[in-house]
């Protein structure tokens, strides 16, 4: 009893801590996102209550904590690791707009126009190649080879339910319409060797050889690459729509608690030196604003063609498809 | 609880309509939740015979070690085996389910053994043998084993994330938990999700009613006389027995853990894992012992209310309904119930924000474990001992702490570290509410979602040892006492 009362005093003792603080949820990985967090703490003197997402979620637990939260926003600021959910978010009404001046270099088409999400550091949507299982002579070059018999059962690719693969199939509904789109899925469902609960998940089979290769983010490529595994990246469709581009999506909160300090977080956030940051960390993120200093192994837009996508509207392919693709990819 | 504000009508129980989806919904969580217990059901009842009645070396440490599968969480599990075997589809569902839960079955099951009464076993041997004494003990003891399985059914039925993790090779197999989980993620059907988890809580509660049902039937307290069982001398089957079960620890147990163990590789990757996750370590030990101790405190009357009742069928399936709601739904109930002002006090700020709504979280979830386990320490004590308390003219306070307490203080042991056990490896409850983020847990899960692989079976590890620390004293006050 008496180990009861002083646990309970420890964790009253925890509650009643009023230190000012900006709360953030973020869901980019906690090993990357936290460090950029902490030095944020140690340069501003303001605490960051960092709040991150987990697999059991699919990340869009952070996403529906806010939707919950909606009448008492409990956060301040939104870092996702993708941009879909955010204008989703936008749309619900849950975000307000903060042009934060740090935003000014990065391109256009990654930010909001009214200033309710500002795109930086993003990921590209890959092929994950096995190179002992494929040549350089031999490997796919555009999406539509994941409808092509020759590669019958010799791909995996997460199911289009959550994440980045959402985002990815939302962009094709929204860049090729309906009937291609849907002709795709078809073919591609009767031609995958098999359909991953996840990216991370893909990259390991295909770094274990058990599929040639696999649809994925360039994140999970590098980090099977460091792991020393007999990997490379391709990117889709260099000579036509070009791989997808997805950013992460920083955002005010409506409504949180602490919006100026929120707004401090943010334009730390949006700095140039967190884009290179992250493409010098382990998730080799790529920097979309033009001169930012990165390693050789992290290909920028200009390198590669990249995908040009409405972004409204694939936010909104998501909410006019999920049923469509949950019927489809878990018959 | 589940107030919805936004997005529940009847117009959502149109998702319950019977098409060819709901079917395969149901045959799909029947046949693994039915497979994972009749799995566990196998294991189980054989392993509580040889732990509790045979003469067997090292029974305390198979005692021990039977009860830590429970401290790998399925998923981790599912990791484990994928990566020794491959396993895959709904029998890998079923094994993992089946793998991890056996324990429910065998403890219950060892109770009911343990409570066999020697003179009545003597018996039965002297007019008919063994079979004799089979005949009689069974039905003494099967409802236990009943009910464990039944427990298993109630957990696979709610796990999502395992049948899901299965499914990436061949064809997909859906399951309730799953349909719960797709429409819960899209941002305008919460409604639909809680449409769509009548049908897996009616056969939870189904399940659970059966259980308690069973309980009501069987349980009874043991007399002032009772003299617990002999061990039997297994003679030349002594050894075939060890061998089972240490195949089936090696199966449940050490096969999951060998494969962390090969995950983890060095040295440093526990190192890494301690530095990065200390802190969400602390916060799950506080979390856990702190709603240990208060449950169990909290349920020591209303237990000897029950006890004493021998009936309450409502009560009891509410107090284990939470245990078996999907998480999600319940982590939903807390935000909209605590994330509010109301009687002139900001219940956001004091509770919601703080670690405070996680405690009373898992005290809602966990409470179940103290209650049904001291309410069985309560009905097993012998109601004479107490009128003769009385009697000799003792206050009611100095009867339940010279008889009462003492008698009962296994059962509350026991539902105290099953309560400790769970908040260690909860996470589906939590993974919404903010507050919860920092747990060892969570942390797993963050890293399961980068695939850090290292780093994941690291911490496993180190959270399947702090979580082992009061099974272990558990398991070492009995052996004590037995001794004794």
Redesign the interface.
Known sequence: ?R??TI??L???A??CNKEPQV?I?CSL???YSEPILRDFEKQSGIKVNA???????????L???I???K??P??DVFWNNEIAQTI?LKK?GVLTHYNSPNAKEIPQEFRDPEGHWTGFAARARVFIVNTQKLSPEDLPSSLLDLANPKWSKRF?LA?P??GTTLTHFAALFATWGEEKTKQFCEDLLRNT??????N??V???VAKG?FAFGLTDTD?VQ?RIEEGAPVRAVYPDADGDGALVIPNTVSLVAGGPNPELGKKLIDWILRAETEARLAEGGSAQIPLRPGVPHPARVKVPGDFRSMKVDWIRTADEI?RR?KYF??T??? | MFRVQDSFGLGNLRVLIPDSRQWTLLAHSLWVSGGAALLALLLGLPYAFLVSRAKIPARGLFQFLGVLPLLVPPLIAAIAWTGLFGIQGPWGAIAVFGFSYFPFVWLLTARAFERVDRRMEEAAILAGGWKAAARIELPFVLPSAAIGALLVFVFALADFAVPDYLSTVGPKFSVYADDVFFRWKQADATGEAIAASIPPLALISLALFLALRLRLRHSHSLGTGFLPPQPIALGKLQVPAIAFLTLVLGVTLFAPLGRLAYEAGSFSSYADALREARVDLGTSILLASAAALLATALQVLPALRAARARSGLGMDLGILLPLALPGVLISIGFIRFWNREGFGFDWSDWVYGTKLVVLLLFLARFSAFPFFATAEAFRAIDPALEEAGATAGLSWGRRFRLILFPLAFSGLAAGAALVYLFVMREIDAVALIPSGNRTVMFRIYNYIHFGRDSLIAALCLVSVAFGAVPVLAASLWRTRKGAA
């Open positions: 009893m180990l009861a646990s309970l420890a964790l009253v925890i509650a709360t949820y990985d906690q090993v709040v991150f997402d987990i697999e059991a979620n699919k990340t869009v637990g996403v529906r904590t939707l919950e939260e009448s008492r409990r956060c989703r619900a995996i199911k339910l959550t060797g098999g359909l991953a609960n996840g991370a998940h990259s390991k089979l058990e999970d980090a909410d999920s949950q019927e990819f878990t018959r």
